[in-house]
C-alpha cells in the first residue's frame, strides 16, 4: 500500500492538542521520516515541547494564531510553512475561534509523544 486517507486514521490524544499519524515506518513503510496531523482546539494552548533529535517542518492547512520557537513567537495561518530546527522548544498557541489543523513532518521519524513538555514562561 502507497496510500492513506486522513478520514481512515485513528486520532489520538497528546496534552492541548490531537493527532492522527499518516505516515512512519510501520504505516506506509517510510523509512526516514513520519507525518502527522496535528490539532490544536480553539483558544487552547499546547505546551512547549523539545524534540532532542528530529527537524520538524509544519504546514498550516486551518486555523491561526503562534508558533513560538525558543524565545521568538510567529503569527500563523492557512498557508504557513515552519522550521523547528532539532532541539528547539517550540509550542503552538491557538488565538482564533477555530480549531488549528497543521500538517507535520519530522526527520528522522520520532515516536509522537515520546518527549517531555515543558512550559514556556
Not at 37 to 56: L, R
Request: with cysteine; proline share 5%; charged share 25%.
Amino acid at each position: 500500500m502507497y496510500t492513506i486517507n486522513e478520514k481512515d486514521v485513528q486520532k489520538n490524544k497528546l496534552t492541548g492538542r490531537d493527532y492522527k499519524l499518516m505516515f512512519n515506518r510501520s504505516v506506509l513503510g517510510v523509512k526516514n521520516l513520519c507525518g502527522v496531523v496535528s490539532f490544536f482546539p480553539a483558544k487552547a494552548y499546547a505546551p512547549g515541547h523539545i524534540h532532542k533529535d528530529a527537524e520538524e517542518v509544519i504546514y498550516v492547512l486551518k486555523g491561526k494564531g503562534y508558533l513560538t520557537i525558543g524565545n521568538k513567537r510567529e503569527r500563523i495561518s492557512p498557508g504557513t510553512v515552519g522550521y523547528i530546527p532539532r532541539g528547539k522548544l517550540h509550542s503552538i498557541n491557538n488565538t482564533g475561534n477555530e480549531t488549528i489543523k497543521l500538517y507535520c513532518v519530522f526527520s528522522p521519524p520520532i515516536k509522537i509523544g515520546n518527549y517531555k513538555d515543558i512550559r514556556h514562561k
